[in-house]
């Protein structure tokens, strides 16, 4: 079986913020893998942990130390300063995560969730594409 | 055809480790995709090259140097200073690799194997859970 | 339904390279999930920006300061100083990708493609290894 469907975000500001319960409610009753796919370059997503708040702080202050805005080597700078470093960010992070569900419920840990990576400075909407082969 | 199946690896040390043979041995003889899935947010996943020990040597130094440990900047720190830069590491490399699947066998280069990125200086119980697609 | 097919891409040189057309007149016309799988460990595939030619070369300016060539701490470096770095810059950036398909077109969003990151000085033969599970 393939389910596929479309969902829109809310607007989200930059930085990392858990979606895992926008993605939750969209899965069929069944056993397979889930593919979300982010329909954007310049955000992307990952799995990572889903309480403490702390973390994606955390997450958002490493990446602005990894990937510099005010690198004068870029040349894709058209958009700002926070252009071409967003997609940078989306590939070291990706573009998807798939993650196991068992009769619909995630098979993953306790402390795993999904991550929206907002990485430009102004709130844009992000359309998610979800993809589960199941049975 | 689904397949899933959950494995609870031996203990490793800090590091990146090889373990190509837990994986293969537990695929059936199908042709489509397979998923490893760690149930973790401080160890991770990648692919890579599995014949010189060095190789997973210079990743642990790279990583390290890339993530450092007494960064004043996070705030996430309770279980020490290997808790945030855990996270962060794993999302860089990831929650889960992906390989096509022939007759049971993966259909990758010769040079290729799968890694167990540990991430925490103590050695923890890392579960994995398989899942392949195929027919 | 599961499609395998193997291709191998011309010769590219070290940097980043737009390679969708090499993927997309590969698939069947079914919906579903596409791997892209890379069999190889110094270079790899990413999702990315698909317009504009200075986002690949500044891609590959940032992963080349990332990743720096002349480290003494590197262990594995045989065949050069792009050979530890190439294994390293694969691993960020990823083996694989996957990418939704509907009715055999990938639903991704208008500035979306795949690219390859060929990480060695040397041009050498890539062989992608595509599977597509859908109906």
């Known amino acids: 079986m393939v389910f596929q469907k479309s969902i829109q975000l809310p607007l989200f500001s930059r930085g990392f913020h858990l979606i895992t319960d926008h993605v939750l409610s969209e899965l069929p009753k ?10 954007h370059t310049s955000a ?5 942990e889903n309480a403490d708040p702390t973390v994606r702080m955390d997450f958002e202050t490493f990446f602005n ?3 510099l805005e005010d690198n004068p080597s870029f040349l894709h700078t058209y958009e700002g300063p926070d252009d071409m470093t ?3 960010k ?6 998807s995560v798939s993650f196991p569900i068992k009769n619909g419920a ?4 306790i402390w795993q969730g999904v991550y929206l990576c907002e990485h430009r400075n102004t709130p844009r909407r992000r359309n998610l594409f979800i993809t ?4």
């Open 86 to 88: 967003s997609h940078i």
């Open 90 to 95: 989306s590939s070291l992070l990706g573009s």
């Open 132 to 135: 589960v082969i199941g049975e």
């Open 106 to 109: 995630p098979n993953w840990g």
């Open 30 to 39: 069944v056993s397979g893998i889930v593919q979300v796919f982010i329909q």
């Open 65 to 67: 130390n990894l990937v």
């Open 44 to 48: 992307s997503l990952t799995i990572n």
